[in-house]
């Protein structure tokens, strides 16, 4: 993980380097430091933890005003503790380095640099990058001593480095590590994530693996590390805007982004609708109907908050398009020694498209001759580069630590895809596809309406938020949402918070009930567990918990059937009053099963969302979490 950025152009560099390490500061956050040169000398300054503390270290950036050219880094450690020793940038006489990655092979180079006459003074992998190329720098010039350097490298890097003795310069290189650089006028930048240089420019070149940029004030050169031809690269000019990265007034960009809900799932959706409203637009996403057609298995493989989404995509693919799916986390699948036979469909989900081991895994697959589809939120992300499809959730930067608006929308883009795969394959009419496009349209309302709710969450947060242990339970695909919810409890919150298929409740976790433990409910009226949950909520609250109910509230009448003594009411959905075994329900808006899987969704993460606020946690940053995890 890690953050780096380099800036080289006539602003204030320091000012700018820290503008856009707070914009890096998911990726890690530590410890932090910049690097420039002054009067022929490198100078570092770091610190231990976040980026203002950095910026309250460096004082008044007036006095920088001659920086012209700066690297900075946000750390999140991997080799030496959180230290300012171990905080990057680090140095080797006239060399300064920012590295995310990992160098698998620095013990034997330390070694070698040790022998040398070098001085280690981090616990960290990436000194031995700045002493080699010191090192180097004995015999070549800075260029070919870099490109010598990273040579010896094995592992994971992008890295910025600058040379006193050259200093307009910022040298950039990748591998296995996103490197973007970002052209503007008169200046250039270099950053893990174009998100940091969005307030000056949207035009990008995303570096690929084994390429080095030498980035100067007028300019730019971009060649293969192993050559100084040219690599031809031009310019993108990116459609994310400035204030997509912003607060725009809110307290936390957690509930910026679950408010953003309802515009990023229009923009999901918007153009993909074939004409006639009853298919998906496929050329646009690399994709034909008959590659879908012959799909004989789907193999969904994610990481986190998107392996929650592929093992709802499952629920939605099977039910709609008759297809097996196999839904595995990347960690796991790398190493099971997979099956694979040539006839599945691959699918990757990365908000970030950087995930390293959902990378191996997409590589894995490619391998083995299999059509592969990224669904990313990251234009330019290595899952993009490297898929041979791609479906971009287009939902603007998400710079809260845990997954909001990303994970709706990539619910959102697997139901598309399963109307697709249904339509190709014949398992839906034209007519049921056009029915549940038709739903999907009116998605972004519904989630408006429980977004204009807000207050009912926070209340039942309020009588919560004191509460050590959370169960959230569901069946079918309200199962996996009922793992998001929890998982988003505990990042958020430190709660200790587990979801649980609900028929699975009575085989182990219901030893756990007790008036401590909550249990929160995802029941759909439409599913065919409504008996078998409304159940697990009586067996729940005979053991004196709390049980918490999200539902779309219509609870089917059937003749014989009473409210339930202390159940509370609610009086939506046709005037219809209802009564549940729990004390706090909040209703979503009526929707298909799977639709209503993606509506359930928002009331968790504002749950979470509230309960952390009232615990006083950092929501947009929570402990020991990184947004993107680019290690194994
Ligand atoms: C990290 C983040 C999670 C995220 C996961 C996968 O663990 O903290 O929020 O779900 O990575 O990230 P990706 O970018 O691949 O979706």
């Not at 490198?42 to 950095?54: F, P, Q, W």
């Not at 010896?152 to 890097?157: H, I, N, S, V």
């Not at 038709?438 to 429980?450: A, H, R, T, V």
Request: proline residues 4%; contains cysteine; positive net charge.
């Amino acid at each position: 993980m890690c953050g780096i950025i380099g800036y080289t152009g006539p602003k204030n560099a320091v000012a700018v380097v820290i503008d856009g390490l707070k914009r890096l500061e998911y990726r890690g956050y530590d410890s932090a430091g910049v690097a420039f040169t002054d009067r022929g000398r490198i100078k570092t300054v770091r610190s231990v933890g976040k980026i203002s503390r950095l910026e309250n270290l460096l004082g008044d950036k007036q006095r920088y005003g001659k920086t012209g050219v700066v690297i900075g880094h946000t750390r999140w450690a991997t080799h030496g503790g959180p230290s300012k020793k171990n905080a990057h940038p680090h140095k080797s006489g006239g060399i300064a380095v920012v590295h995310n990655g990992i160098i698998e092979n620095y013990l034997p180079l330390r070694k070698k640099l040790k022998d040398a006459g070098f001085e280690f003074l981090s616990d960290t992998d990436t000194e031995v990058i700045c002493h080699l190329i010191n090192h180097r720098m004995r015999e070549l010039p800075f260029e070919d001593a870099v490109r010598a350097a990273v040579g010896e490298l094995k592992g994971a890097y992008a890295i910025a480095i600058i040379n006193s003795e050259e200093p307009d310069k910022i040298i950039g290189v990748r591998r296995d590590s996103p490197l973007v650089l970002g052209v503007g006028e008169g200046e250039s930048f270099l950053s893990s994530d174009a998100s940091a240089f969005l307030a000056h420019t949207k035009k990008a070149i995303f570096l690929e693996d084994g390429e080095m940029a030498v980035v100067t004030r007028g300019g730019y050169r971009i060649t293969r590390t192993g050559s100084s031809e040219p690599a031809g690269k031009v310019p993108q000019v990116l459609p994310w805007s400035e204030s997509m990265a912003e607060k725009n007034g809110y307290k936390h960009f957690m509930l910026k982004e679950i408010d953003e809900q309802p515009s990023a799932l229009a923009d999901i959706i918007r153009g993909r609708i074939a004409p006639g409203g009853d298919g998906i637009n496929l050329q646009e996403f690399g994709l034909s109907e008959k590659e879908l057609k012959k799909t004989e298995k789907v193999i969904i493989v994610a990481c986190g908050t998107s392996w929650h989404a592929g093992l709802a995509g499952r629920y939605m693919i099977e039910q709609m398009a008759r297809v097996p799916v196999e839904v595995d986390i990347a960690s796991e699948f790398k190493y099971r020694r997979p099956i694979l036979k040539g006839n599945e469909l691959f699918i990757s989900i990365s908000q970030s498209g950087e995930t390293a081991d959902t990378l191996a895994a997409q590589r894995l697959a490619k391998k083995a001759g299999i059509k592969t589809l990224a669904i990313t939120n990251v234009v330019g992300s290595t899952a993009h580069r490297e898929a041979d499809a791609v479906f971009f959730i287009r939902s603007g930067p998400e710079i809260g630590v845990a997954s909001t608006k990303t994970f709706t929308a990539q619910l959102s883009a697997l139901y598309m895809l399963s109307v697709a795969l249904a339509r190709a394959r014949g398992a839906t009419t034209r007519r049921d596809s056009k029915r549940l496009l038709q739903e999907l349209i009116e998605l972004p309302g519904k989630i408006e309406d429980i977004l204009s709710r807000k207050d009912e969450v926070e209340r039942i947060a309020r009588k919560n938020f004191k509460k050590e242990h959370f169960l959230f339970l569901g069946r079918g695909i309200s199962y996996p949402i009922a793992l998001e919810g929890a998982l988003k409890l505990k990042e958020i919150s430190y709660i200790h918070a587990e979801g649980y298929p609900a028929g699975e409740m009575k085989h182990g976790p219901i030893a756990l009930i007790d008036e401590e433990m909550p249990a929160l409910f995802l029941l759909s009226s439409k599913s065919q567990f409504v008996d078998k949950i409304l159940s697990n909520m009586e067996e729940v609250r005979s053991r004196n918990a709390r049980v918490l109910l999200v539902t779309d509230g219509q609870k089917p009448a059937s003749d014989d059937e009473k409210p339930v003594a202390g159940g509370q009411k609610t009086a939506r959905h046709n005037g219809e009053f209802e009564a549940f075994p729990a004390e706090g329900i909040f209703t979503v808006p009526d929707a298909n099963e799977f639709l209503l899987a993606v509506l359930m969704a928002v009331p968790l993460q504002l749950l979470a969302y509230y309960i952390g606020v009232q615990r006083g946690c950092d929501v947009d940053q929570p402990r020991n979490l990184a947004k993107s995890v680019t290690v194994e």
